[in-house]
C-alpha cells in the first residue's frame, strides 16, 4: 500500500520536482520525458578539456586504471616491465619489487633500461619477467597480436600480465594522437585473447557507465565529478577494460 502510495506520487508530480529530488539522492529512478532534458554545461559542442581533464583536478580514466592496479598489486613484485616509466611499478608494487625496468619507444628517453616498439620486440630476454605493466598502450600499436605475443614470451612461468585499455575515450591531440588506431571492449578483448592464450589463463574486468563516460568525454576533472557514481559499472558504456592473464606452463 505504502510502496504503491509512493508511486503514485512520484509518478504525478511536475517533472522540475523530481529533477530537483533526484538530484538530492531521493529519487534513483529519474528519467526526464522525451523534450525536458536539462542541459546545462554540457549543452556544447567544446569539452571542458582537451587533454582529458588532467588540467582541471586529473583525468576520470585514471581512476578506474588506479583502481585496477591496486586491486591486482598483490601481483606486482620481483622482476617489473612497465611501459614509458615506472610509476605504477613504484606505487603498487614497492618494495616486493626487487628489479624494475622501463621500455620505451623513444631512445634517449632518462629511466628506459629498453628502447623499441613492443610488436617488434624480439631485443626483449624470454621468461624474464615476472609482471608486466601495459596500461594504455595497446591501443597505440598497431600489431597489437605481436606485442601481446612478445609479452606471454618474456614472461616467467606464472608471471602476470596487467593490461589497461581505452574504451569509450577522447583521442589524444597530442604526441600520442597519431598512434591512436584503436578501442576495445569486453567482448573484443575476450576474442583476441581467447585466439591467442589458454582460454582460462586470463580475466577481463570492465570499468564504467554513462555518467562516467559522458564527464570523461567532456573533460571534467576527477575532483568535480562524483566518485561514488563512477563505482557502478555498466559494460556498455566501458571506459576502462582491464586484463589480468597469467602464463601457463
Not at 78 to 96: F, H, P, R, W
Not at 162 to 176: A, H, K, Y
Request: glycine share 8%; net charge neutral; with cysteine.
Amino acid at each position: 500500500m505504502i510502496n504503491s502510495l509512493k508511486s503514485t506520487i512520484k509518478k504525478n508530480l511536475p517533472v522540475f520536482v523530481k529533477r530537483f529530488i533526484n538530484r538530492i539522492g531521493l529519487y534513483q529512478g529519474f528519467v526526464p520525458p522525451q523534450g525536458k532534458i536539462s542541459w546545462g554545461d554540457f549543452n556544447s559542442v567544446m569539452p571542458f578539456s582537451n587533454d582529458f581533464g588532467f588540467d582541471r583536478g586529473g583525468a576520470v580514466d585514471r581512476y578506474y586504471i588506479e583502481k585496477f592496479l591496486d586491486e591486482q598489486s598483490v601481483h606486482i613484485k620481483g622482476n617489473v616491465l612497465e611501459i614509458a616509466d615506472n610509476a605504477y611499478t613504484l606505487k603498487y608494487g614497492g618494495s616486493n619489487v626487487t628489479k624494475s625496468d622501463v621500455l620505451h619507444l623513444n631512445a634517449g628517453t632518462p629511466g628506459a633500461t629498453y628502447i623499441g616498439d613492443l610488436s617488434k620486440g624480439e631485443h626483449l630476454p624470454s621468461e624474464h619477467f615476472d609482471c608486466i605493466i601495459l596500461t594504455q598502450t595497446l591501443h597505440l600499436i598497431y600489431d597489437y597480436t605481436s606485442a601481446l605475443k612478445h609479452c606471454y614470451r618474456i614472461l616467467k612461468k606464472d608471471g602476470i600480465l596487467l593490461i589497461t585499455t581505452p574504451g569509450i575515450s577522447q583521442i589524444d591531440r597530442g604526441e600520442w594522437g597519431q598512434y591512436w588506431l584503436w578501442s576495445f571492449n569486453e567482448h573484443s578483448m575476450k576474442r583476441i585473447l581467447t585466439e591467442l592464450f589458454p582460454a582460462n589463463s586470463f580475466q577481463i574486468q570492465t570499468y564504467g557507465n554513462v555518467y562516467a563516460a559522458t564527464t570523461f568525454l567532456y573533460g571534467a576533472g576527477l575532483s568535480e565529478v562524483d566518485q561514488s557514481k563512477l563505482d557502478v559499472r555498466d559494460t556498455a558504456y566501458s571506459v576502462i577494460v582491464g586484463v589480468q592473464l597469467k602464463k601457463q606452463a
